[in-house]
């Protein structure tokens, strides 16, 4: 079965500076798709990036970033030039390529310093 | 294209009452599922189910759960007798049919349930 681990129950950052989220997870599968999602206060699960395991490039979307590693089978999340926007939970999460359910990491509680 | 939509946004229950959480997936989606977050953890999986079917219930309960999505309507998360234990949100999402170009799940805003 496959598992996603996050390391960082907390991290914190202040703002506009940059701060990396780590996830790992563990799979027998070659092909599979992995995720960031950002969970605000509100409850509200937001997708923030998601990257297909058959491209080598990292994926990005504005300030958000990813550092793939296939072999090493992680997964990390760059946040740059922080907002406090961006305080909430992320929650790193997995998909097999051939479908059925998404697994997600215990989460990480970011927090931005004014 | 309506989001997909729980409800009750907040449901209170008291010890041994039935909850019914309703989950109407995104247009288009025939793939829904059910996940339980307790407070300060992550999602986790319930159940997984496609119209009329169950793919996979292995992270559902043995006894009390019990989960539907018919041909119309939305899908139902039941859970009998409750307990306090049974306090914490609970989220639905939804994703088209596989092997399409959004693997991505798409989230409800989730239901709160408090047992009292």
């Known amino acids: 079965a496959q598992t996603v681990t996050q390391s960082q129950p907390e991290m914190s950052v202040q703002e506009a500076e940059t701060v990396t989220l780590s996830c790992t997870y563990d799979?027998?599968?070659?092909?599979?798709?992995l995720f960031w999602y950002k969970q605000p206060p509100s409850r509200q699960m937001i997708l923030v990036i998601r990257?297909?395991?058959?491209?080598?490039q990292n994926a990005t979307e504005n300030r958000f970033s990813v550092n793939f590693q296939k072999a090493a089978k992680s997964f990390s999340l760059k946040i740059s030039d922080s907002q406090l926007g961006d305080a909430a939970m992320y929650f790193c999460?997995?998909?097999?390529?051939?479908?059925?359910?998404?697994?997600f990491g215990a989460g990480t509680r970011l927090t931005v310093k004014p | 294209n309506a989001g997909v939509m729980q409800n009750p946004r907040h449901l209170v229950r008291r010890r041994g009452q039935e909850a019914r959480l309703r989950c109407s997936p995104m247009?288009?989606?025939?793939?829904v599922y059910w996940y339980r977050q307790l407070p300060e953890e992550g999602l986790k999986f319930m159940v997984y189910?496609?119209?009329?079917?169950?793919?996979?219930e292995s992270g559902m309960p043995k006894e009390r759960f019990s989960a539907e999505f018919p041909k119309e309507g939305p899908s139902i998360l039941r859970i009998q007798q409750v307990v306090r234990g049974d306090s914490a949100a609970y989220f639905c999402?939804?994703?088209?049919?596989?092997?399409?170009?959004?693997?991505?799940?798409?989230f409800g805003q989730g239901t709160r349930l408090t047992v009292v």
């Open positions: 999402a939804s994703s088209p049919t596989a092997g399409t170009l959004v693997p991505e799940a798409f």
């Open positions: 799979t027998s599968e070659s092909d599979y798709y």
């Open positions: 990257q297909e395991a058959y491209k080598q």
């Open positions: 999460a997995y998909r097999s390529a051939e479908g059925g359910d998404m697994r």
């Open positions: 247009k288009g989606h025939s793939h």
């Open positions: 189910l496609q119209k009329e079917n169950i793919i996979d």
